[in-house]
């Protein structure tokens, strides 16, 4: 099983700075790998975006929305990804959600490959 923790989300005030946390691991595999990380999020009434994703040798891409204010990161020894979200702005207000690209192996030796998502953490701008 791969599971992806999140954490970080909140009520924050416009122009305020939030850092968004989210760990992925694989307990069921005797090798565990992951790729590429991203961060997408979801207002209401509006489909999923991505907001920024990283690979694992560093490399980044942003929405337009997002460059300049956020900036993902990541740590390979963690299998951690992070989002720092600064001069947050109202239309940021979303459930946010990581993703990791990875590949398993089980303990038969099967290879396992495919895109895990985390359940999601509220980021609400207000002001």
């Known amino acids: 099983q791969v599971q992806l923790v999140e954490s970080g989300g909140d009520l924050v005030q416009v122009g305020g700075s939030l850092r968004l946390s989210c760990t992925a691991s694989?307990?069921?595999?005797?090798?565990?790998?992951?790729?590429?990380m991203g961060w997408y999020r979801q207002a209401p009434g509006n489909q999923r975006e991505l907001v920024a994703d990283?690979?694992?040798?560093?490399?980044?891409n942003y929405a337009d929305s997002v460059k300049g204010r956020f900036t993902i990161s990541r740590d390979n020894a963690k299998n951690a990804v992070y989002l720092q979200m600064n001069s947050l702005k109202f239309e940021d207000t979303a459930v946010y959600y990581c993703?990791?690209?990875?590949?398993?192996?089980?303990?038969?030796?099967?290879?396992?490959?495919?895109?895990?998502w985390g359940q999601g953490t509220r980021v609400t701008v207000s002001s």
């Open positions: 993703n990791a690209d990875y590949h398993g192996i089980d303990y038969h030796g099967i290879d396992h490959v495919g895109r895990h």
């Open positions: 990283i690979t694992s040798d560093g490399s980044t």
């Open positions: 694989g307990s069921t595999f005797s090798s565990f790998r992951v790729n590429s």
